[in-house]
């Protein structure tokens, strides 16, 4: 079984403030574990992923996450909030098996204040 | 190459009917999944077809149902429709439902409101 959990439905960042958004999983085996980005009335958009090569991944817009095994967390950060990041960002996992696998979280609302 | 499309973008229904949803998959891409999201609940998986079978469900009445065409684009029904059923529904699609580094890519969303 796999699940993910993402701590705070809502964050509130200054602009050029550090972004951190959580994520934490469960999996019987090693993961495979993403990051997407909504924004309003879109669909989500792949900002980067995981997928057992170097634990520290880079995606795109500046953003990039940490796999740390001995805490089961893949946390999402950014040294420095835009007002273009404002969005709903959703962590997901997948174990084996192909995409059907995927357990998206409920999602977290970032909100960017000028 | 054009992404993922749906149609309609926005799709306003009576209680009791049906509604159809269209995605067209990105070319060469073979797998199709569904998902609803409904306010507050996250993404829940739908459907998967793949190479014109469906290949698995989520946790969903039958009344939610759906095929793929044999060009891969699909269709999703949702007949008797209830004021529950309002939410977004994403298409993604992906080359291959077996790769391990399979990665989908998701439609714009179809907003389904129930009246």
């Known amino acids: 079984a796999q699940s993910v959990t993402q701590l705070g439905s809502h964050v509130s960042v200054s602009e050029g403030a550090l972004v951190l958004l959580r994520c934490n999983y469960s999996s019987s085996v090693p993961p495979y574990l993403f990051w997407y980005v909504q924004y309003p009335n879109q669909g989500l958009q792949l900002l980067l992923k995981?997928?057992?090569?170097?634990?520290l991944v880079k995606g795109i817009n500046g953003f990039e996450a940490e796999f740390k095994k001995s805490e089961t967390s893949f946390h999402l950060t950014k040294p420095s909030a835009h007002m273009s990041d404002a969005a709903e960002y959703f962590c997901?996992?997948?174990?084996?098996?192909?995409?059907?696998?995927?357990?998206f979280g409920t999602g977290t609302k970032l909100q960017v204040i000028p | 190459e054009a992404g993922v499309t749906q149609s309609p973008t926005h799709l306003i229904k009576t209680r009791g009917q049906q509604a159809t949803l269209r995605c067209s998959p990105i070319s060469g891409h073979t797998s199709v999944y569904w998902y609803q999201q409904a306010l507050g609940l996250g993404l829940q998986f739908l459907l998967w077809y793949d190479e014109g079978e469906e290949r698995n469900r989520g946790n969903f009445p039958p009344r939610f149902s759906g095929r793929q065409f044999p060009n891969y684009s699909s269709e999703l029904n949702v007949n008797a429709l209830e004021l529950e059923d309002s939410a977004l529904y994403l298409c993604?699609?992906?080359?291959?439902?077996?790769?391990?580094?399979?990665?989908?890519?998701f439609g714009q969303g179809t907003r389904l409101t129930v009246v």
């Open positions: 993604a699609s992906s080359p291959d439902s077996t790769g391990l580094n399979t990665e989908a890519f």
């Open positions: 997901a996992v997948r174990n084996s098996g192909g995409y059907q696998k995927v357990t």
């Open positions: 995981y997928t057992s090569a170097a634990t």
